[in-house]
C-alpha cells in the first residue's frame, strides 16, 4: 500500500497569512494526488485533484503542486472560513490512502 | 444538484453485522464509480472501499477486506455496503461519496453524503 505523511500535523496563522502544507507518498505517484477540507459536522469538500487543479467553485486562493512523491498545498491570504483540517489522498492506486491530516487553526 | 443521502447505520455489538445504503440524486448514476469513506471519532479520513459504474469491480482497505461487501443497483440509483464481524474499530461516521470520473473511475471524491454513523460497542 501507498503511505502518505503530511506535515506539519498542526499549524497556527492569522488571518491574511500564507500557508503551506507538504504531503508526501512512499513510491512516486506522478501527479495522482488530491487535496480536501474537512470541517467538524460537515463532509470534506474537494478542493485540488490531479495535483494541481482547482475544484470548479473553490476559490483560486488555494493551490497545489508538485510531482512524484512531494507535494504541496499553499493557501494563500488566509480568510476565517480557512481554519479548517487538510486531507491529502493519492488516486494512483487501490487501496486508495489518505495523509493523516493538518489542523489549521487561528493564531 | 448531486445528492447522496447515507443511511442504515446505528449501534450494533461485536461481531455484528450491518447493511448501509447511499441514495444519490442528481447525475447519471450508472455513470460514475461509488466509494465508502469512514472517519472513527477523533481520527482522519480512512478509504473503505469502491466499486465501479457497472458493479463489475470493487477494491477494499485491507483492514476491511473479507468483512464489508459494497455493492450497488443502478436501478434504483442506490450504493450498499454491508457490514459483517463489526469491531469496535470499525466504529466511524461512514461516507458515500461520487468518483469525479464519468466512466473511467479518477479515485477522486467529487461530492459527498453527510455520513451515517455506525457505532459498534457490547
Known amino acids: 500500500d501507498i503511505q502518505m505523511t503530511q506535515s506539519p500535523s498542526s499549524l497556527s496563522a492569522s488571518v491574511g497569512d500564507r500557508v503551506t502544507i507538504t504531503c508526501r507518498a512512499s513510491?512516486?505517484?506522478?501527479?495522482?494526488l488530491n487535496w480536501y477540507q474537512k470541517k467538524p459536522g460537515k463532509a470534506p469538500d474537494l478542493l485540488i485533484y490531479?495535483?494541481?487543479s482547482l475544484q470548479s467553485g473553490v476559490t483560486s486562493r488555494f493551490s497545489g503542486s508538485g510531482s512524484g512523491t512531494d507535494f504541496t498545498l499553499t493557501i494563500s491570504n488566509l480568510q476565517p472560513e480557512d481554519f479548517a483540517t487538510y486531507y491529502c489522498q493519492q488516486s494512483y492506486t487501490a487501496p486508495l490512502t489518505f495523509g493523516p491530516g493538518t489542523r489549521l487553526d487561528i493564531k | 444538484e448531486v445528492q447522496l443521502v447515507e443511511s442504515g447505520g446505528g449501534v450494533v455489538q461485536p461481531g455484528g453485522s450491518l447493511r448501509l445504503s447511499c441514495a444519490a440524486s442528481?447525475?447519471?448514476?450508472?455513470?460514475?464509480?461509488m466509494h465508502w469513506v469512514r472517519q472513527a471519532p477523533g481520527k482522519g479520513l480512512e478509504w473503505v472501499s469502491l466499486i465501479s459504474w457497472d458493479g463489475d469491480s470493487s477494491h477494499y482497505a485491507v483492514s476491511v477486506k473479507g468483512r464489508f461487501t459494497i455493492s450497488r443497483d443502478n436501478r434504483k440509483n442506490s450504493l450498499y455496503l454491508q457490514i459483517n464481524s463489526l469491531r469496535p474499530e470499525d466504529t466511524a461516521l461512514y461516507y458515500c461519496?461520487?468518483?469525479?470520473?464519468?466512466?473511467?473511475?479518477?479515485?477522486?471524491?467529487?461530492?459527498w453524503g453527510p455520513g451515517t454513523l455506525v457505532t459498534v460497542t457490547s
Open positions: 490531479a495535483a494541481s
Open positions: 442528481g447525475f447519471s448514476f450508472d455513470d460514475y464509480a
Open positions: 513510491q512516486s505517484i506522478t501527479t495522482y
Open positions: 461519496a461520487k468518483d469525479m470520473g464519468r466512466g473511467s473511475a479518477w479515485y477522486s471524491f467529487d461530492h
